[in-house]
């Protein structure tokens, strides 16, 4: 009997339910091509699902279940465990459909969601088990390493897959065979802002059309002349839901800083100093100069690799909203920056700011409050 995980809608709407359980149709890639069913049914245990940064959805996991998990009862080492969380639709980010044959389960086809690298949890339960966290980005989840268990890539790519690391992908290696990867962008805080890109292609269904299409490998149509990409599908599993797909990500709001995280004196200070030697660029609430007048930067004039521009419609770079800062290190478009004081030190060197060691440490403290 074939089992595929059942869902309601929540009370979030139809939006919600796209983000995290959609595929798009993409299993004819994730099964037929890549083979993932075969490699999660004979070699990811839980224990190496987490290790590469997969997620589980304790509200998914009945309590009997979570129990025995607690307890010890349940093979984490198993990859037959893995199976049964993903036909309790528990994995975040991946879809199975298990079929049971004779008392045992068997993962036949497997497909990825917009969660899978957008969303986190809050490790409630265990590290890496616990309640959603919808638009936070998942920088453990090591999506290269998870490519590149696939049978049916080259050993060539397996290396370039292996590279990247932890909470980094690069959207354009399928199509161009470069490799500049990106640090996974939070998709909360979008409400405000016009073009939810690195470097500003184009707005927040834009860019969820790119890539249920063309990484996702979901059936459904895009098109981009400017990068020479025009994919039509028939039926189109995409287009439809981008309106609802793109209202709930408006609704995730950022996070808010955390109680007892920042000096609060040391903010004030802060904020005085990126007012004035940061708001040129970081306007208004939404953070971002590319709103009002699609300005964009030159690599060269705020110090970034130009690797990764050079690859896209535009060459430059679109200046980052500054939303739930604190909570998703690395940053800049490549990851370079570890701290919030990387970030700083950075540009007080690049822009000329002549900030003195105490007046950085005030604009970090600053930065820990957005």
């Known amino acids: 009997m074939a089992c595929r995980p059942s869902y309601a809608a929540s009370a979030d709407g139809e939006g919600q339910r796209i983000f995290r359980f959609d595929t798009f149709g993409d299993e004819k890639f994730w099964t037929d091509t890549a083979k993932m069913q075969q490699v999660i049914q004979s070699s990811v245990s839980p224990t190496l699902a987490l290790k590469v940064g997969l997620r589980v959805d304790a509200d998914a996991i009945p309590p009997e279940v979570a129990q025995a998990i607690k307890a010890g009862q349940v093979d984490l080492n198993s990859p037959a465990t893995t199976v049964t969380l993903l036909k309790l639709n528990a994995v975040v980010g991946l879809r199975g459909t298990v079929e049971t044959v004779g008392g045992k389960d068997t993962l036949v086809r497997v497909g990825i969601t917009c969660a899978l690298c957008h969303s986190n949890v809050d490790s409630a339960f265990a590290p890496g088990i616990g309640h959603r966290r919808d638009g936070w980005p998942n920088r453990d989840l090591n999506v290269g390493a998870i490519i590149a268990l696939s049978p049916a890539i080259t050993d060539a790519q397996k290396a370039v897959y292996n590279s990247w690391g932890p909470g980094?992908?690069?959207?354009?290696?399928?199509?161009?065979?470069?490799?500049?990867?990106?640090?996974?962008?939070?998709?909360?805080?979008?409400?405000?802002?016009?073009?939810?890109?690195?470097t500003a292609e184009g707005p927040i269904?834009?860019?969820?059309?790119?890539?249920?299409?063309?990484?996702?490998?979901?059936?459904?149509?895009?098109?981009?002349?400017?990068?020479?990409?025009?994919?039509?599908?028939?039926?189109?599993?995409?287009?439809?839901?981008?309106?609802?797909?793109?209202?709930?990500?408006?609704?995730?709001?950022?996070?808010?800083?955390?109680?007892?995280?920042?000096?609060?004196?040391?903010?004030?200070?802060?904020?005085?100093?990126?007012?004035?030697?940061?708001?040129?660029?970081?306007?208004?609430?939404?953070?971002?100069?590319?709103?009002?007048?699609?300005?964009?930067?030159?690599?060269?004039?705020?110090?970034?690799?130009?690797?990764?521009?050079?690859?896209?419609?535009?060459?430059?770079?679109?200046?980052?909203?500054?939303?739930?800062?604190?909570?998703?290190?690395?940053?800049?478009?490549?990851?370079?920056?570890?701290?919030?004081?990387?970030?700083?030190?950075?540009?007080?060197?690049?822009?000329?700011?002549?900030?003195?060691?105490?007046?950085?440490?005030?604009?970090?403290?600053?930065?820990?409050t957005l």
Not at 174 to 197: C, F, M, Q
Not at 228 to 243: E, H, W, Y
Request: proline share 6%; with cysteine; hydrophobic share 35%.
């Open 168 to 198: 980094k992908y690069d959207p354009r290696y399928n199509i161009d065979g470069k490799s500049t990867p990106l640090a996974l962008p939070p998709a909360y805080g979008l409400a405000h802002v016009r073009n939810e890109t690195y």
């Open 205 to 368: 269904s834009y860019w969820n059309a790119y890539v249920a299409v063309t990484q996702m490998h979901g059936q459904g149509n895009f098109s981009d002349p400017r990068l020479g990409i025009a994919v039509t599908q028939s039926p189109d599993l995409v287009t439809s839901k981008l309106a609802a797909l793109r209202e709930y990500q408006h609704s995730l709001s950022g996070p808010a800083p955390v109680a007892g995280s920042f000096d609060a004196a040391a903010a004030r200070r802060g904020r005085v100093l990126f007012d004035r030697s940061c708001i040129s660029c970081h306007v208004a609430t939404n953070g971002t100069d590319n709103n009002s007048n699609n300005r964009l930067h030159s690599p060269s004039e705020t110090g970034m690799d130009a690797g990764y521009a050079q690859r896209t419609a535009n060459k430059a770079y679109r200046t980052t909203p500054l939303r739930g800062l604190v909570q998703h290190a690395p940053y800049f478009h490549d990851g370079s920056a570890a701290t919030l004081a990387d970030v700083v030190a950075h540009y007080n060197r690049v822009r000329k700011l002549n900030l003195t060691n105490a007046q950085q440490k005030d604009l970090i403290e600053f930065l820990k």
